[in-house]
């Protein structure tokens, strides 16, 4: 069976007009979010300019960029394929946020990314290889809101304020739920924006 990185082989060398957004284009960034982008893409208060995919592995090792021990090798293989691919070769980033609160427990990250064919995707990771990410998921069992959930409407309404356009919010696994209680809860004229929300196999 393929997975994304297949598909973006297949299907990369074509643009969004050739080949719509599609439900592996929104799970490619939602994985792209798991990737540690630490000093390397601009943060929600820097004010700085976007980065692309290029651009990052410029500012950061490999060892950096893909510390999470659990899915390292996976993680390397997407962002190559992403970075190697016509669909997200120019994809810009910025305000990026990556929170981790081991009195609270909670563990929160999400960045920004820019399309070529003008569309914004608000990604939310999902659980990490933190014990705050998943003491974090246990109290998403039987508590709303918990601070992640709290933290995804922040982010949401303070990310979307930041800049114009049509948004898609979506995530994978735990950031799936972040994109679901953030877009039902943002400002009522920020969701008239959304044109999409993507859960990847989230709570």
């Not at 390397?40 to 960029?65: F, H, M, N």
């Not at 390397?76 to 609160?101: G, P, Q, W």
Request: with cysteine; glycine share 6%.
């Amino acid at each position: 069976m393929g997975n994304v990185v297949d598909y973006l082989k297949e299907y990369g060398r074509k643009s969004f007009l050739e080949r719509p957004f599609s439900d592996e284009d929104s799970l490619a960034i939602a994985q792209l979010s798991y990737i540690k982008f630490d000093n390397t893409v601009p943060g929600l208060l820097e004010g700085k300019a976007s980065v692309s995919l290029a651009q990052i592995r410029c500012l950061a090792s490999d060892e950096e960029l893909f510390a999470d021990t659990l899915f390292a090798e996976e993680n390397k293989a997407l962002y190559d394929a992403m970075c190697e691919s016509r669909r997200f070769r120019t994809m810009k980033t910025n305000f990026y946020v990556n929170r981790i609160d081991l009195e609270k427990p909670s563990q929160f990250s999400a960045v920004t990314c820019f399309l070529e064919n003008g569309f914004i995707y608000i990604a939310f990771r999902g659980t990490d290889e933190t014990i705050a990410g998943w003491r974090e998921d246990f109290e998403m069992a039987c508590h709303m809101p918990v601070k992640c959930q709290e933290l995804s409407v922040e982010y949401l309404n303070l990310a979307a304020s930041k800049c114009d356009g049509e948004l898609i919010v979506g995530g994978h696994s735990k950031g799936g739920n972040l994109a679901v209680y953030a877009a039902l809860f943002c400002g009522a004229a920020l969701q008239k924006r959304i044109l999409a929300v993507w859960s990847n196999d989230g709570p």
